[in-house]
């Protein structure tokens, strides 16, 4: 069966990144809006990301020995890393020579190859994988729909914040930094839309009042995958996931939930 096949899910890999507020308190983390048209998550506020290519799978396999990973895992890390560049121009998980315009031009030359290994060499950079922190797994898996992705999500940190980010203009139409708690209230006023794992992930990010905080329960918490599953109770469906997976609201009436 192949990597592809809806049974199996499509790998993919999202990076919440934090930076610090500027006007203090909360982190903020970085979201895009998807373009309408995208088949998945169209029009929906989420976290950069994407799937995992095959060229991924490859530096993977050459570098996984480096950092101690599976050869999977290093190829989803890598994939975060490669969709950060590519979809907000942020080089995270990178070392070397790094400028503003450094980094825009290797973002140019990564739409061009559409791998990260060239751009490394042509730049002098290395992976700094250590930056990538594994937070989640989500993998809604249902026969009845025909592409569904099982994705890792991932955090890392920018530190201060006044960075300069753009979007792709292909699959994206918006970026913009924001507490956790200040897109969960974006939400309910109708501002911006969000899809069950996104709106669980805001949930358990607005626990925390840092990076640092962030990092310690994801160290804490195994990652174990999420697969949501509806149960009937008192005559309604609810969607729930796992009790502790470290989430704050482990369920919603499905007839409220929003779908990619």
Known sequence: MSADSPRAGIPAATIIIFRNNPDGGAPQVLMTVRAREMRFAGGMAVFPGGRVDPADYALGEKVAGEWGLSSDEAAHQIAAVRETLEETGLALGLAGAITAESAAAARAMLGETGALAPVLEAFGWRLDLAQIVPFARWFPKNENIPRVYDTRFYIADLGTGDVEVSIDAAENTRLFWTTAKGALEAAERGEIKLIFPTRRNLERLALF????????????????????????????????????????????????????
């Open 209 to 260: 009042a840092s990076f640092a905080e962030a990092r310690a329960q994801a160290e804490a918490i195994p990652v174990r995958t999420i697969m949501p599953q509806v149960v009937e109770e008192d005559g309604k469906a609810w969607l729930t996931i796992l009790a502790d997976a470290g989430y704050p609201v482990t369920r919603e009436l499905l007839e409220t939930v929003a779908r990619g």
